[in-house]
């Protein structure tokens, strides 16, 4: 019997997964779970402007929230997702480090959830897309998008990647024998990887 398949892309700013869903949606017909930080920024501005919590815990409720609304219903659909709830505890650990997420207390909450559901593992295959290395890519095609924040430095841009990569590799390591995912694969970003997408297809379809 087909069960709901929800692979999901992780990476720092600029790794390239929106190329990627893309392919996804408009050649394999998959069903897309869009970042939900950026469906909730604009709302920032205004509806919730008095919210208290970090934008993190938003995005954390809603990648919860949509897996529970495809599983309540029996979709069978084979899904993936841009990001997953792991970027969101990434980027509170790295920019609100005040406020904290028991890992030990959401496994549980993960366990909890795959028995309800009869399902061995929350996410299918997860990837990790590592930051572009190559100072003229970075340079040119990250750092120059008017909606990027955070400035023209390569160097800084860099060494902000590489810490937020350890510490989402640090997360996962702590959720992997939770059933957070089926398994976790790092790839390596474009132009680094030219055959990012393919070697992505490869594992999903396999």
Request: hydrophobic content about 35%; glycine content about 2%; some cysteine.
């Amino acid at each position: 019997m087909k069960k709901l398949t929800l692979h999901t892309l992780s990476g720092f700013e600029g790794a390239g997964k929106t190329t990627i869903i893309n392919h996804y949606q408009d050649n394999l017909d998959f069903f897309v779970i869009p970042e939900t930080a950026r469906l909730i920024m604009p709302l920032e501005n205004n509806v919730l402007e008095d919210s208290k919590d970090d934008l993190s815990y938003k995005s954390f409720i809603s990648y919860i929230t949509n897996i529970h609304f495809l599983l309540s219903n029996n979709m069978t659909i084979d899904c993936i997702s841009d990001r997953n709830i792991i970027d969101s505890l990434t980027y509170l650990k790295l920019y609100a480090p005040e406020q904290k997420i028991c890992t030990q207390k959401l496994g549980d909450f993960v366990e909890e959830f795959l028995t309800k559901y009869q399902r061995d593992y929350f996410y299918n295959h997860s990837f990790l897309i590592l930051h572009p290395k190559d100072d003229d890519y970075i340079e040119k095609c990250i750092l120059s998008d008017p909606e990027r924040k955070y400035g023209k430095n390569v160097t800084k841009y860099k060494h902000d990647a590489l810490i937020w990569e350890e510490i989402y590799l640090s997360i996962s390591e702590e959720l992997k024998q939770r059933g957070l995912f089926k398994q976790l694969h790092t790839i390596n970003a474009f132009p680094d990887n030219r055959n990012i997408i393919s070697n992505i297809q490869s594992i999903t379809h396999s």
